[in-house]
C-alpha cells in the first residue's frame, strides 16, 4: 500500500470537492506556492479563486494524482467510486460520520465499509480526517490554516503522522525551529492504516525523521514491517502513544490482568520495534528536532557545559534516573580542562566555566574542544538568549562559536539547550541547525530527546525481535481449570510443578502427604486469591498437622490439594500471561507474593522474548538483589528461574490465542542447584491447549 502513495506525496494535479473546505484546499495550495494545476469540482459554481470549476468527475481532464473531498458521508461514496474508476491516485475523504460515529449511529459501520468497497485498490486517507500538507512541494490537500512554512528546493525535515487534526495544526503553530517535510493525519485508517502511511514518507528522501502520535495500533504486522523498514533508511521514529491514564484492564480473578494493561503492552511493543515513546507534544517536537540533526546517538553519555553553578546543578538533577547520564571527568581529562580554566574553577561534568572567559572566543573555543573531547554521545551548551527587544545578544554568538568550533574539531554532536523554551528565537534555531547544532527547548525536553535518541541508537544495533506472536483466530468459549487442573496441564508441558494430588477427605490428605514427604502445603481448590481468605496451609511437617489443616479447608472449595513443600526458596516471582487481542500473549515478570499489587515492581514483554531479554527484564526489577545475594544471603538459582520463565513463554506462544490467562504467583527460586519451582498457578483457557 504505501508505494502507492507516492502520487500523493509529489503530486502534480489535485483535484478538490466540496463548498468552504474546498475553497480552503485551494486557497492554502496557493498560498504555499504549489506549481501543480488544481482542478475543483463543483455543480454549480464557474470560478474558485480564479480556477476553472468542473461540473462532474467525469468532467475532469484525467485521474488527479490526489483527490480532497469535502463533501458529506453519502456523497463520498459516490465521488470515491467515481474518482476510481478514472484512475486517481489517492484520495483524502474528510467527512464524518463513518465508523467512528459508534452505536448511536445505525449506518457508520455500513458506510465505511462501503467506502472500502467503492475504493477498491484506489488508497483512501481517512475517512474522518483533514489529510496532508506537504511542505515540500507547497501541495495541501488541507482544509484549514496551518503555521509550516514550505521548505527550500535542497531542504530535508521531518514527517509526522497523528489520529488527531487538532493536535496536527497545533504542531504546524510551533516556534521551535522544527523544520515539517510533511503532515499528515490518518483519521480512521479505513483502508489505509498508520504504518502504510509512515512507510511512504520514510521512503521520501526529503525526510530525515518521523513521528507519530497513535491512538491504538491496528496492525501488529504493519508496525513490525514499519521498524524493520525505518531501521534500513536510516530514519528513526518517535512516538507519542496516548492512553497511559486509562485503566488497565480489569482484574477477572489474577494479579496479572491488574498489571499488564494494555498501556504496558503498547510500550513493550514500540520497545520491541526500536520507537522511542515520549509522553509530551513539547517533548515530541524536541526528540524530532534532535533526531533531525544528528539521528540517533550511539551511546548514553552527556556533557554539559555552562557558566552558571545553577545551571550545571538543574542539568546534573534532571538527569537523575535517566537512561543518559553525566560520566565523571577521568582524572587526565578533567586536568586538561581545568588548565583552559584556570585555579578558581572547580572542574566536573556537567562544568560550569564561570565568567571569566565569556566573550573571549578563542578561550571558549579552548575550553569546550577539551571539554567535548571526552568522546560524550551528545555535548550540551546551556544558553539562554536574551529576549532582543530589550536587551542586546551580540556577546552571545562568541559562545556559539566556540561551541561549533569545539564540535567541528571533535566530529562530535551538540546540542544547545535553552532553560525556557521562549529563550532562542526561532530564527535562531534555523542558523544553528543549519551549522549541525541541535537547539532544545527546555531542560527535561532536552534530556526526554536525548534519552529517546540514546534508545534508538542502541536498540538499532540489536537483532531485529521476531513477530509477536498474535493468534491467528477466536478458538471458542473460556474455561477456568482449578490449580490442580492447571498444574497437570503445566506438568506436562514439562514446566517445574511440584509433587502434588487432589483429596476430597482429611484421611486421603494425610495419606498422600506421607506419601509425598513432609514438610508439605495444603490448599483449598476453586478459590481465587487463597491468601486472602485463608485457604493455604504452608510447611506442615507431620501428619497432626495435615488434618487439622485438611479439616479447616475441606468444605472452603470444590476439594483439597496437597503439595511437596518448597524449601530453600531465596525470591518470589510472578510471571503473568494475559491474551491482548493486537500483541498476542503479554508476559509480566515481577516481585511476586502477596503484596505483588502494592509493590508494583514488574516488567511487560511481549513475546517470544530471546533469553537474554528476559535476563534483562529480571535484572531491571527492584527486586533483583535478592536473586544475587543481597547483603551476604545466598545467591539464587538464576538458570533455573530463567528455564522456567523460558518454558512458561514457550508455552504461551505455542498456546497464542488459547491462555486468556496465565497467573503464576509465586514463582519460587531457591539457592543455586535447587531450581525454581511453580507454587500457585491460575489459568483460564479459550480452547484446548496444545
Not at 194 to 209: F, H, K, N, S
Not at 227 to 238: H, M, N, T
Not at 606 to 634: H, Q, V
Not at 670 to 684: E, K, T
Request: net charge negative.
Amino acid at each position: 500500500m504505501a508505494h502507492k502513495l507516492d502520487r500523493l506525496l509529489r503530486p502534480k494535479t489535485i483535484a478538490v470537492f466540496g463548498g468552504l473546505q474546498a475553497a480552503e484546499v485551494i486557497k492554502q495550495s496557493q498560498k504555499m506556492g504549489f506549481s501543480g494545476e488544481i482542478w475543483p469540482v463543483h455543480p454549480k459554481h464557474d470560478e474558485i479563486y480564479g480556477l476553472k470549476v468542473y461540473r462532474s468527475v467525469a468532467d475532469l481532464p484525467a485521474g488527479p494524482d490526489a483527490a480532497f473531498i469535502g463533501v458529506n458521508r453519502f456523497l463520498t461514496l459516490d465521488i470515491v467510486r467515481e474518482l476510481r474508476a478514472i484512475g486517481t491516485g489517492v484520495a483524502v475523504c474528510y467527512a464524518s460520520g463513518f465508523l467512528e460515529a459508534g452505536a448511536d449511529d445505525a449506518d457508520g459501520a455500513r458506510l465505511q465499509e462501503e467506502l472500502i468497497e467503492a475504493a477498491g485498490e484506489m488508497p483512501i486517507i481517512g475517512p474522518n480526517c483533514y489529510g496532508l500538507i506537504n511542505y515540500c512541494d507547497g501541495a495541501l490537500l488541507w482544509p484549514d490554516q496551518h503555521g509550516g512554512r514550505r521548505l527550500e528546493p535542497d531542504e530535508r525535515g521531518v514527517a509526522i503522522i497523528t489520529q488527531s487534526s487538532n493536535i496536527a495544526i497545533n504542531m504546524t503553530m510551533q516556534t521551535r525551529g522544527l523544520p515539517i517535510a510533511h503532515v499528515m493525519t490518518a483519521g480512521n485508517q479505513a483502508q489505509t492504516g498508520l504504518p502504510d502511511m509512515a512507510i511512504a514518507l520514510l521512503e521520501d528522501e526529503r525526510v530525515t525523521a518521523l513521528g507519530l502520535h497513535i491512538e491504538a495500533f491496528q496492525s501488529a504486522s504493519k508496525f513490525e514491517l514499519l521498524a524493520k523498514r525505518a531501521r534500513e533508511l536510516g530514519k528513526p521514529i518517535v512516538a507519542m502513544k496516548v492512553g497511559r491514564s486509562e485503566q488497565a484492564r480489569a482484574a477477572t480473578v489474577s494479579h496479572t490482568a491488574s498489571l499488564a494493561g494494555s498501556d504496558a503492552a503498547s510500550d513493550a511493543f514500540l520497545k520491541r520495534l526500536g520507537i522511542a515513546r515520549v509522553n509530551s507534544i513539547a517533548s515530541f517536537l524536541e526528540t524530532l528536532k534532535l533526531l533531525h540533526v544528528h539521528g540517533p546517538l550511539d551511546g548514553n553519555t552527556l556533557c554539559s557545559m555552562s557558566c552558571s553553578g545553577g545551571e550545571a546543578s538543574v542539568m546534573a538533577d534532571s538527569a537523575e534516573g535517566r537512561l543518559v547520564h553525566f560520566p565523571a571527568l577521568t582524572p587526565e581529562h578533567r586536568a586538561k580542562v581545568k588548565s583552559t580554566l584556570g585555579p578558581l574553577v572547580a572542574v566536573a561534568n556537567p562544568l560550569d566555566y564561570h565568567t571569566f572567559i565569556w566573550n573571549n572566543e578563542p578561550a571558549l573555543t579552548e575550553t569546550f574542544t577539551t571539554m567535548v573531547a571526552g568522546g560524550f554521545s551528545l555535548s550540551c551548551l546551556v544558553l539562554d538568549f536574551p529576549r532582543k527587544d530589550r536587551c542586546s545578544d551580540v556577546d552571545w554568538w562568541s559562545t556559539v562559536r566556540g561551541f561549533e568550533n569545539a564540535l567541528r574539531t571533535n566530529n562530535a554532536k551538540g546540542a544547545i539547550v535553552a532553560s525556557l523554551p521562549e529563550n532562542i528565537p526561532e530564527e535562531y534555531m534555523a542558523q544553528l541547525i543549519a551549522k549541525g547544532i541541535a537547539p532544545l527547548c527546555g531542560i527535561v525536553e532536552a534530556f526526554d530527546a536525548a534519552e529517546a535518541a540514546a534508545f534508538i541508537g542502541k536498540a538499532w544495533v540489536t537483532e531485529i525481535a521476531l513477530p509477536v506472536a498474535t493468534p491467528g483466530k477466536n478458538f471458542g468459549n473460556t474455561a477456568a481449570p482449578d490449580e490442580a487442573q492447571a498444574k497437570t496441564i503445566l506438568k506436562a508441558a514439562g514446566l517445574p510443578v511440584p509433587e502434588g494430588q487432589r483429596c476430597t477427605t482429611s484421611a486421603e490428605a494425610v495419606d498422600v502427604a506421607n506419601k509425598l514427604a513432609y514438610p508439605v502445603a495444603l490448599k483449598a481448590l476453586g478459590i481465587s486469591h487463597k491468601s486472602e481468605q485463608n485457604a493455604v496451609r504452608l510447611n506442615l511437617k507431620n501428619a497432626d498437622a495435615v488434618k487439622a489443616a485438611a479439616d479447616d479447608l475441606i468444605d472452603l472449595g470444590s476439594g483439597i490439594y496437597v503439595e511437596r513443600m518448597v524449601t530453600g526458596t531465596v525470591a518470589e516471582l510472578i510471571v503473568g500471561i494475559i491474551d491482548d487481542p493486537q500483541f498476542g500473549p503479554v508476559m509480566t515478570l515481577g516481585t511476586g507474593g502477596v503484596m505483588v499489587e502494592l509493590l508494583q515492581d514488574t516488567v511487560t514483554l511481549l513475546l517470544p522474548s530471546s533469553r537474554s531479554d528476559i535476563e534483562t527484564a529480571l535484572r531491571s526489577l527492584r527486586m533483583f538483589p535478592l536473586l544475587d545475594g543481597y547483603r551476604g544471603k545466598p545467591k539464587a538459582d538464576l538458570d533455573a528461574a530463567l528455564d522456567a520463565i523460558m518454558g512458561i513463554a514457550a508455552f504461551a506462544v505455542k498456546n497464542a490465542g488459547k491462555i486468556v490467562e496465565l497467573d503464576i504467583n509465586p514463582l519460587l527460586v531457591c539457592g543455586v542447584g535447587q531450581g525454581a519451582w511453580i507454587a500457585d498457578a491460575l489459568l483460564v483457557t479459550k480452547g484446548e491447549l496444545s
